[in-house]
């Protein structure tokens, strides 16, 4: 995907720079401009919202996935499809994610109430997962 396909399902969209645009962020109820939408050298594109959305949240408002912020790879007959990431990383990250996972669990199982950071940053921990077997290519919907 292109950033200009981007910013076409985004509104009050404002050019800051080469490449650097502001808008209003999809996720959230949002009265000014606070998602700031970058394209890098090599094609990738980063989302960041001032509200503290997550990207995941930001690109399900628009219908997207993770894996449209990087620039498509053709493949060669014969070979694997390259990954933006390196796997190890996916799992590193997957694993941090997991073990938040882990924690809260134990926290409910003992019958012991969850306070509202805990249960966002469970949500979170959940989101980032998501995200990751996306990136990865290994989320079979």
Same mark, same amino acid.
């Not at 995907?1 to 800051?16: D, F, G, Q, W, Y």
């Not at 001032?50 to 628009?62: E, G, I, T, W």
């Not at 882990?102 to 306070?115: G, S």
């Given at each position: 995907?292109?950033?200009?396909?981007?910013?076409?399902?985004?509104?009050?969209?404002?050019?800051?720079?080469?490449?650097?645009?502001?808008?209003?962020?999809? %996720?959230? =109820?949002?009265?000014?401009?606070?998602?700031?939408?970058?394209?890098? =050298?090599?094609?990738?594109?980063?989302?960041?919202?001032? %509200?503290?959305?997550?990207?995941?949240?930001?690109?399900?408002?628009?219908?997207?996935?993770?894996?449209?912020?990087?620039?498509?790879?053709?493949?060669?007959?014969?070979?694997?499809?390259?990954?933006?990431?390196?796997?190890?990383?996916?799992?590193?990250?997957?694993?941090?994610?997991?073990?938040?996972?882990?924690?809260?669990?134990?926290?409910?199982?003992?019958?012991?109430?969850?306070?509202?950071?805990?249960?966002?940053?469970?949500?979170?921990?959940?989101?980032?997962?998501?995200?990751?077997? =996306?990136?990865?290519?290994?989320?079979?919907?």
């Amino acid at each position: 995907m292109t950033i200009e396909a981007l910013i076409s399902r985004l509104e009050r969209v404002k050019c800051t720079g080469h490449g650097r645009y502001i808008a209003r962020c999809p %996720a959230h =109820d949002d009265h000014g401009p606070s998602l700031s939408i970058r394209e890098l =050298d090599d094609g990738r594109i980063l989302l960041h919202c001032f %509200a503290d959305c997550d990207v995941q949240s930001v690109l399900s408002a628009v219908n997207l996935k993770f894996i449209d912020l990087f620039p498509a790879r053709e493949m060669a007959s014969g070979k694997s499809q390259h990954r933006p990431f390196p796997a190890a990383d996916i799992l590193q990250a997957i694993a941090f994610e997991a073990l938040v996972v882990v924690t809260t669990t134990r926290t409910i199982l003992k019958r012991e109430p969850l306070n509202n950071t805990d249960r966002e940053r469970l949500l979170l921990a959940v989101s980032r997962i998501q995200a990751a077997l =996306d990136i990865g290519g290994l989320n079979h919907e």
